[in-house]
Structures are given as structure tokens and as C-alpha cells.
């Protein structure tokens, strides 16, 4: 459910403990990734993420394909994990372009291309995105509705746009173009108490 920026403000209010100027001072952070026996290219996340992909420059092959199958097993993954919030909130860093780094209207017919249709119709079926000249203020923020709205901004995420997500006030997180989640907790008893919600849950690799 789209948001209006007035109820957007209002809800982010809660969270006070984020520094959006300088990530680098919140200080309570994770970041996880895919256990090793789950991503089956060696030194995956050594490589340059989604910048690697038909990459002749980097070190670690990735094709087009083998994206795609590794995005899909993080999203199928993550889930249990993300499942456990009561409600969160996504905005493209306060501002109104969900389109970000994509021409949504010229879209490349690729192996890549189904996860940018897939995209476009979230987000005109939302009323977050209009290819017509409108007078209509885009959103700034959406409420998360479904647990397949993680999968289907995440994996837009990874692909090079930006999103932060708020959830249930004491966590802000967001999805990298490496294929990891970097979650910043509102201080260290809810992190430790998270970090055993995402052992239990996940296994995952800590980066």
C-alpha cells in the first residue's frame, strides 16, 4: 500500500536511531549472506555482485543465468527471516523514483528481463510509477502487503537501485547488489536478539 509522504514522515519518526547522513556511524549492524553450500559459484561473495555479471573485467564469472538462480535462492532464503516483521515500510531514500537506474520503458529482452517486467507491474499496479505526464505525486514510501513485495523490490535492489526498508521500529535494512542483507538494529540488545532469530532461522554466512 502506497503511502503519503505525510504518513510516510510520521512513521519514520520512530526511528530516530538511523543515521541517514553517515551510515557508518550506526554502529549496531549485520550482514549476512547465502551459506557457502547454497551459492554454488566459488568466492561469490568476493566478487563484485551484480557488476560482475557478463563482466569480462572481473575475476569471478558470472553469467546471466547463474544470477538469476542465485537471486532466486536468496529470496527464497531470506523469507523465514523476513516473515517474522509486523509491518515494514520502503522508500527510494525519501524520494519519488522507483524507476531509479532502469528505463522500465525499454526494457532489453534478456534472461534479466523478466524480473524488470515483473517490477513494472508492482509498481504501476501500486500506482507508484505512470509512464504518461501526470499530475499525480508518485509516493514516497510503501507499505510492505505481502511477503513476495521483499522478493520483488529486493531483487530490483540488487540490480543497482536504491531502497531502505524500516521495520517495526528497531530495524532499518536494506538489500545489497551483492546479494546480502545489511540489517542496522536500534541498539545492541535488539541486535543480539535478532542475530539468534537469523541463526536459527537461516545459518547464514556473516560478512
Partial sequence: ???????????????????????EENHHQLVIGLPE??????????????ESVDNEYSDIKISKQQWIDIENKFFQWISPYLSTFNQTIVTPYL?????????????????????YKEYKEFL?????YDDMATLVE???????????DFSTLGKMAAR?????????GDKV???????TLKVYFKDQ???EKEKKKIERLLNPKFL
Avoid: H
Fill in 37 to 50: 553450500d547454497i551459492v554454488e559459484i566459488k568466492d561469490f561473495y568476493d566478487s563484485f555482485g551484480f
Fill in 1 to 23: 500500500m502506497k503511502l503519503e509522504t505525510s504518513k510516510l514522515l510520521s512513521v519514520l519518526s520512530q526511528y530516530q536511531f538511523f543515521n541517514w547522513e553517515n551510515e
Fill in 95 to 115: 524520494s519519488n523514483d522507483w524507476e531509479g537506474e532502469i528505463d522500465l520503458e525499454d526494457i532489453e529482452e534478456d534472461e534479466l528481463a523478466p524480473v
Fill in 124 to 128: 504501476s499496479s501500486n500506482d507508484l
Fill in 189 to 191: 540488545e535488539v541486535l
Fill in 160 to 168: 543497482n537501485n536504491k531502497y531502505l526498508f524500516f521495520a517495526d
Fill in 173 to 179: 535494512f536494506m538489500f545489497t547488489d551483492s546479494l
Fill in 138 to 148: 508518485i509516493s514516497r514510501g510503501y507499505k510492505i502487503d505481502d511477503l513476495g
